[in-house]
């Protein structure tokens, strides 16, 4: 039984990794790929990425970066990764590796990341808490983390929130509705002042999100 759930699990995650740029592709259009380029501007030096999933924001990086690690445990995602890394190789730093990892166990040194990139890849971390100590571990004192997250909403929006939370975690692969992201940076030692609420274009029941810049305190 557990044979076949975990066959189901690659299937599933074979799809989900298939689907993902399409599904994406309105949002972006409707100016989350714009806010994507807006907040990278910010990237410099060394930057480490979780979660970076098919590669969406390496055409939004800007030149100049020292090194660049994208981290990503999901093997479908990373093939995907690995392909759009070839196609920009190009344009990003020469120090470039995928890894095979999460966001709770960074292959770097303490205090050696100038920027860390999570967007959309707070909600699915199992443990909120351990991938922002760990965030904040790799951080080096006057680094940042650059974010875009959707996080639970409010009043009425956040009731529904609740109510598909439980079937939207087993269809997102872990992702979930009603994680108060800010809170949890807060909690785990970042300063949130520069980091705006905002609204994913074309969110839906994801729509309420945060953008910006988090700094360790
Ligand atoms: C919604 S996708 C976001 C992809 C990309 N960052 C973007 O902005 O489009 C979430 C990604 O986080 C990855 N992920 C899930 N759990 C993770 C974890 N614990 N640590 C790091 N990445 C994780 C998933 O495999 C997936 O590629």
New binding site residues.
Partial sequence: MAGLSAAAGRVYDRLFAAV?DPI?AGPERAGLGDARTGLLAHASGHVVE?????G??LRHLPRGLRSLVL????GP?RARLESAVAAVQAELPADVRVVDG???ALPVADGSVDTLIS???LC???DPQA?IAELRRALAPDGRLLL?EHVAGHGRTRRLQRIIDPAWRIVG???RLVRDTRAELERGGFDTTQVDDWALPGGGITGPALLGTARPR
């Fill in positions: 993902y994406l979780i979660g970076a999933g098919t969406v924001n981290v990503e445990p999901s995602m999460t966001a709770a967007t959309l890849v699915s971390v199992p991938a875009i692969r872990g992702c």
